[in-house]
């Protein structure tokens, strides 16, 4: 059974940072991309960042771009969201889901297109910056 855990969900004010981790077990952690997407209250879900199974390739949404940095750590199953200078507008639940992304790389991965692609999910993490 595959399962996805996200946590290190906090509060912080704003400018501060936070480090989110996802562990996934139950499937072979090193052939999937990972990402992270996020929803704030009466908002539509959005992706923030993901990244190749190898770690080699990552894609970020234009507005965490040079504030977030999101990594993995094969030997663990584990994948991390580093989050730099935050915002109030970063608040929202953030989720981690595993898959493998299809002929459009990670772009299309960072938009769920399932099906084709299979996405795994975790029950996400709350992030609440305050101002």
């Known amino acids: 059974r595959v399962q996805v855990m996200e946590s290190g969900g906090d509060e912080v004010q704003a400018g501060g940072s936070l480090i989110l981790a996802c562990t996934v077990s139950?499937?072979?952690?090193?052939?999937?991309?990972v990402g992270w997407w996020r929803q704030a209250p009466g908002k539509e879900r959005e992706g923030v960042a993901c990244?190749?199974?190898?770690?080699?390739?990552?894609y970020y949404r234009d507005t965490v771009k040079g504030r977030f940095t999101i990594s993995r750590d094969n030997t663990k199953g584990r994948a991390y969201l580093l989050m730099n200078d935050l915002k109030p507008e970063d608040t929202a639940v953030y989720f981690c889901?595993?898959?493998?992304?299809?002929?459009?790389?990670?772009?299309?991965?960072?938009?769920?297109?399932?099906?084709?692609?299979?996405?795994?999910w975790g029950q996400g993490s709350q992030v609440t910056i305050s101002s």
């Open positions: 139950g499937l072979e952690f090193d052939r999937y991309a």
């Open positions: 889901a595993a898959g493998m992304p299809d002929f459009g790389g990670l772009p299309r991965f960072m938009e769920v297109h399932s099906p084709p692609i299979k996405y795994y």
């Open positions: 990244i190749t199974w190898s770690g080699g390739a990552t």
